[in-house]
């Protein structure tokens, strides 16, 4: 069995480091992009098994990118794990409804994360949201 791919697209390098250091050592193969431009280039170049997304990103936006993986039928298999700041009801509807297979808000558990990513890339349905309440 080949390693499985990940791609981080995160606009803080602390926060692409800390992934990458946590998902290799969990044995994947991670490459990062700082926004969404190269995100898009870098899963047309070498389709990823999953992608972590954050919604705040330069060039298109994790929800463009989302999209655009989803939307694209050789891409669809790709798992999507949006990973934001943003975490009103709302915007986790709008990630779910754009194809996202999970969404975490930030502050994250890494326990949580791992978890989310090694079930979805078994074969688990997610229905991985944290969010605060509207009011």
């Known amino acids: 069995m080949s390693e499985q791919s990940i791609l981080v697209v995160d ?4 926060i692409r480091l800390y992934l990458k250091r946590l ?3 969990a044995g994947y193969t991670v ?12 899963i ?12 705040m990103v330069g060039g298109r936006d994790g929800y463009e990118i989302c999209e655009t993986i989803k939307q694209n ?6 798992k999507v794990v949006m990973l934001s700041a943003k975490s009103r009801a709302i915007e ?3 990630g779910m409804a754009l194809g996202a297979d999970a969404y975490l808000t930030k502050p994250f558990s890494m ?9 979805l890339l078994n ?7 944290t969010a605060e309440p509207e009011g």
Request: net charge negative.
């Open 31 to 42: 490459r990062t992009a700082a926004d969404g431009d190269a995100a898009v280039a870098s």
């Open 111 to 119: 326990d949580e994360l791992r978890d989310t990513v090694r079930g």
């Open 123 to 129: 074969g688990e349905p997610s229905a991985s949201t």
């Open 92 to 94: 986790i509807e709008k």
């Open 11 to 14: 606009d803080e390098p602390g």
């Open 44 to 55: 047309e170049a070498e389709p990823p098994d999953l992608v972590i997304l954050d919604v």
């Open 73 to 78: 039928p050789a891409r669809a298999r790709i």
């Open 23 to 25: 998902l290799g050592n």
